[in-house]
């Protein structure tokens, strides 16, 4: 690679340079501070994230292009999941600003950790070649993991980030097999190189699905896909609650970049961004999604209904959702993708709104058990009208977004011929089970007694202005025109 | 303004509920003032809606048809005609006596009637829609304040009540997406114009979906849905139980408008876009009839309760609107539609009454009455006026639906015929029996003083009696608005339905 090329591309580069930039200034700051003034590392940190947006708002209508000898690459598709991961991280932070379970102690880290999760999400959702896959997708998960041990003297926090590790390398040993397997088995690494090998049809069969299992564990584990799930509700119990509202939503999104650029383009005939497209012959993948994305709905559902502690229901509860948006992988065309950009969209209004919600009790009332949440309806009506909100999203009910994000799903299973309607179908009995748990919250805020307190509890202003900042477009963000899914159908276009 | 008086009667509900949310919880009489006027403007504009029907043409009128989401070719259509009209007076005239049966509701009177507000604009809604997609998300939209309605203000059990409706209909609603969606595809281009799939019916017919014919597939995935809310036996469960613990009003409600979607889905999706289905399935839905007429009846006349009995009764006459439905005959469609109304007025003054002994008495049991009519004749005067409608006597309104249900189906369905109107006679008896135990014999002297009917209660009633009595007399008026749509209705499944065949 050449001086000029590596010029070029850095011209593309702007965001990722924005935010490295920023990473600096927080680490230099910080040093600047005492502890209890730490927490001033964040504005600098959302700041960053702000100007970061702005780059990326410059680079839109920018022709599709590879970067640093098209290891990486620059499309709508990858903006998309870009502007998501950043709103996602700006709204945790916020959130971060005034959490109990952060307060006296020293974050600035924090916020720099969280900054270079998002640098590692950048990468991860433009990578185009196995080797910036891979080192992309570990250092989204290093980082994550010390997040998740972040409150150092809580053992819950530590066991948290230790199974994460464990859970984490072994999956990406497994995953690293496979790559090394297609890497000898076509001589390249490029995902686009790999498709055409793949094409002479020479591969055996079953060394095919041999790599395309492995892989998907490394995958699976990212969007915490059932049997790679294991990790997840331990991790999201002992992990600070913004950090686990960011895991259960950006590195999920990250997670399905990647695996559907990964399937998308390498895994199947002729040009990713058209509209018809077939698996690889010998390598029936949409089945072995459709099988996975069955058990990973049913699994999450099942198991969060049992669930006491709010974060561990919300845990399964987004083990669940990945099992729905995994429907759409299966048909993974246009229609397809744009219908899971969607949903990752919705999602994680809806997800963080809970958690949000979830932090501000624990803020409040300090504590994490659903049958708590007695009588949250009249204590603090506008909170308990926002998780409402929230809950009836997430367990796809009009006339939320989560509804229209449903929806979007199904019709593409739908339209996709008989061949999935079973999936459909599977789809739309999770989600009536789904119902259960979501509407247990309701139950308890609504429904069970509580020592009725007369004095309604005060919510800090900038909490009521978040919840409205997420509850309002769930609401009505769809009706007018429906903005979202004008940018999703736009955004399905892969570089390759 | 009057372009949009489909819009308006929908959406002056949510507005009243806006309101309601911003104002203090302390001003209880601003409060329900406000719903007072959301539901009697929302009257008031049925009434124009009413004035600008041309009853002469049976066809869609005061159309509103706008591109909504065009990526998914979803619109926002409304439009009515003889078969939604009942329903659209129908609705806002319940509502609007139900609010003030609601007048006392114990606490959190805000949220009630702003939940109140929003269930109204719901069952409005999939009145008015005429786009699949757009009477979709009226359907779901009714679900919540539903759930939170009979949850919070409810009787004893009221949680697992709210639970089991909401799981049943929305388990319900789920396979109605499932059909939505089927609908959707199977026509090219894609839509969710009831109108377009009505005309393109004959090539659904044709399609197959997981090897089967999809017009049949369909048609028992859309029945479902539609089955749990009438609702048809055996998905009737949740019916008792949800009224039982609901409050009064919202009682009302439930069997007064929400049980008539379930039969108004039937007629405006699965009849006119199904036809041929709706013929292979017309035998199957007759017999269902009868079995819900039969065992309403008998299971009314084993109740201790009194509301279960009313309940049960709701099961029993949803059962002639079937019967008359798949007869398919011109007096058959006529008669179930007029009963749909008729049931909606009658059985709301049922429970109306059932709440006024409640309030006294503070329980329903049947037998723990005895001798009332000497203690509150008025009120006794009143229910069994509203007893004997509900047994169909004539010169009451339900006499002549019933009536028109069974000559419509005789010729088509004998034998099922003959049988329902055994449920006649059990109706006859469940009603009088009860009332016998209720209002003769010697005074139970736990109710020696018990209070009269008071007056806002009688209020509320009067309108109904006056409907009863005056559709029971000259039922002409109600029988124009309907009968060039439903006339045509038939005449269309018939012809459609045959040459499309299986």
């Keep these: 690679m050449d001086l000029t090329q590596l010029a070029l591309s850095l011209k593309y580069f702007v965001p990722e340079m924005v935010l490295t930039g920023f990473i600096l200034v927080a680490i230099i700051y910080d040093l600047f501070l005492k502890k209890d003034q730490s927490h001033r590392v964040g504005f600098v940190a959302i700041l960053g994230l702000l100007v970061t947006l702005v780059t990326l708002y410059l680079q839109r209508g920018l022709p599709s292009t590879g970067l640093f000898s098209n290891m990486f690459a620059l499309d709508s598709f990858a903006s998309f999941f870009k502007w998501l991961v950043a709103i996602g991280a700006i709204l945790v932070m916020w959130m971060s600003l005034d959490s109990k379970e952060l307060m006296n102690r020293k974050v600035g880290e924090f916020y720099v950790l969280i900054l270079v999760v998002v640098f590692g999400m950048f990468l991860l959702v433009s990578a185009t070649h196995i080797l910036s896959i891979y080192l992309a997708l570990e250092m989204v998960s290093l980082m994550s993991y010390i997040l998740a041990g972040y409150l150092k003297e809580n053992s819950r926090s530590n066991e948290a980030s230790i199974k994460y590790v464990i859970y984490g390398a072994f999956s990406s040993g497994v995953m690293l097999y496979g790559l090394s397997l297609l890497y000898g088995l076509t001589g390249t690494g490029y995902i686009s190189g790999i498709q055409t090998q793949l094409m002479t049809g020479q591969a055996s069969p079953v060394l095919l699905i041999l790599i395309a299992v492995l892989i998907l564990a490394g995958f699976g584990y990212k969007i915490s896909a059932v049997p790679f799930h294991f990790w997840t509700p331990d991790v999201y119990e002992g992990a600070p609650t913004t950090i686990t509202a960011f895991l259960s939503v950006a590195p999920k999104a990250a997670g399905f970049a990647v695996l559907i650029r990964f399937l998308n383009v390498a895994f199947t005939t002729g040009d990713p961004n058209s509209q018809a497209w077939l698996a690889l012959p010998g390598l029936n993948w949409p089945v072995i999604i459709a099988a996975l994305s069955a058990l990973t709905m049913t699994v999450g559902n099942v198991l969060a209904i049992q669930q006491t502690n709010i974060k561990r229901m919300l845990a399964y509860s987004s083990i669940a959702h990945a099992g729905y948006m995994l429907m759409g992988v299966v048909v993974a065309d ?118 009725f307190a007369e004095t309604k509890t005060v919510i800090p202003l900038h909490f009521s202005i978040l919840m409205f900042v997420l509850v309002v477009p769930l609401l009505v963000g769809w009706m007018f025109g429906d903005p979202l899914s004008h940018w999703t159908n736009q955004a399905v276009h892969f570089f390759y | 303004m009057g372009a949009h008086l489909l819009t308006l009667v929908t959406f002056v509900p949510v507005i009243g509920a806006i309101i309601i949310v911003l104002i203090p919880r302390e001003k209880l009489d601003a409060i329900r003032w406000t719903a007072v006027a959301a539901t009697g403007i929302q009257f008031i504009i049925a009434f124009m809606i009413l004035g600008k029907y041309n009853r002469l043409n049976p066809d869609i009128q005061l159309i509103e048809h706008y591109s909504w989401i065009p990526a998914f070719n979803i619109e926002y259509f409304m439009g009515i005609d003889g078969l939604s009209l009942p329903m659209v007076l129908l609705t806002p005239f319940i509502s609007f006596l139900a609010i003030f049966s609601s007048w006392n509701i114990p606490k959190a009177q805000k949220g009630y009637f702003s939940l109140f507000l929003l269930l109204d604009a719901g069952m409005m809604g999939v009145f008015v829609s005429l786009d699949f997609f757009l009477f979709y998300i009226f359907w779901e939209v009714m679900l919540l304040p539903m759930y939170f309605l009979i949850g919070m203000w409810g009787g004893p059990k009221k949680e697992y009540a709210a639970i089991k409706f909401f799981l049943y209909t929305l388990f319900g609603s789920v396979l109605l997406l499932l059909g939505m969606l089927a609908l959707y595809f199977s026509l090219e281009p894609h839509t969710f114009n009831l109108v377009m799939l009505r ?93 819900n007429i039969i065992y309403g009846a008998m299971a009314a006349l084993a109740q201790k309760d009194l509301k279960k009995m009313v309940a049960y009764s709701s099961i029993n006459h949803m059962g002639y609107v079937l019967l008359g439905m798949a007869a398919m005959t011109s007096a058959g469609m006529n008669g179930a539609v007029f009963q749909m109304f008729n049931h909606g007025t009658i059985t709301a003054m049922l429970f109306m009454l059932v709440g006024v002994i409640y309030d006294r008495a503070h329980h329903r049991d049947i037998d723990g ?134």
């Design chain 1, 334 to 451: 246009q229609t397809g993708i744009s219908a899971i950009l969607y949903y990752t969209g919705v999602y994680m209004l809806m997800n963080l709104g809970a958690f949000f919600v979830a932090i501000q009790i624990k803020n409040l009332y300090d504590t994490e058990t659903i049958s708590d949440y007695a009588g949250l309806g009249f204590k603090a009506p506008w909170v308990g009208i926002s998780m409402a909100v929230f809950m009836f999203a997430l367990a796809g009910l009009p006339p939320t977004a989560g509804f229209v994000a449903k929806f979007y799903l199904f019709r593409t299973l739908v339209q996709f011929g008989d061949g999935f309607i079973w999936l459909a179908v599977f789809g739309l009995i999770n989600g009536v089970v789904s119902l259960f748990y979501y509407m247990r919250v309701m139950k308890a805020m609504y429904f069970e007694k509580m020592e």
């Design chain 2, 199 to 291: 005309a393109a019916a004959p090539a659904i017919s044709q399609t197959f979906l997981l090897g089967l014919n999809a017009g049949k597939v369909i048609f028992i995935l859309l029945f479902v849905g539609f089955a749990i809310k009438v609702p048809i036996f055996p998905f009737h469960t949740w019916l008792p139980l949800a009224h039982v613990e609901a409050p009064t009003a919202i009682s009302v409600i439930l069997a007064g408008i929400l049980l008539k979607m379930g039969t108004y889905g039937f007629l405006r999706v699965s009849f006119p876009v199904l036809p041929a289905a709706t013929l292979w399935f017309a035998l199957p839905l007759a017999i269902l009839g009868l079995i």
């Design chain 2, 369 to 502: 009455f005895g001798g009332l009519a000497a203690k509150v004749p008025i009120y006794a005067g009143v229910v069994a006026l509203a007893w004997f409608a509900g047994l169909g006597l004539p010169g009451l309104s339900g006499f002549l639906s019933e009536a028109l249900c069974f000559i419509g189906a005789f010729p088509v369905f004998t034998w099922i015929t003959i049988f329902a109107t055994l449920g006649i006679v059990l109706n006859a008896a469940y009603f009088l029996w009860s009332y016998q135990r209720m209002f003769f014999g010697p005074l139970n002297p736990k109710y020696e003083n018990l209070a009269e009917i008071n007056k806002r209660e009688l209020w509320t009633l009067v309108p109904l009696a006056i409907v009863v009595i005056f559709l029971g007399i000259y039922p002409a008026p109600m029988l124009d608005l309907m009968s060039g749509t439903l006339n045509q209705l038939v005449d269309y499944v018939k012809t459609a339905g045959i040459t499309a065949g299986f």
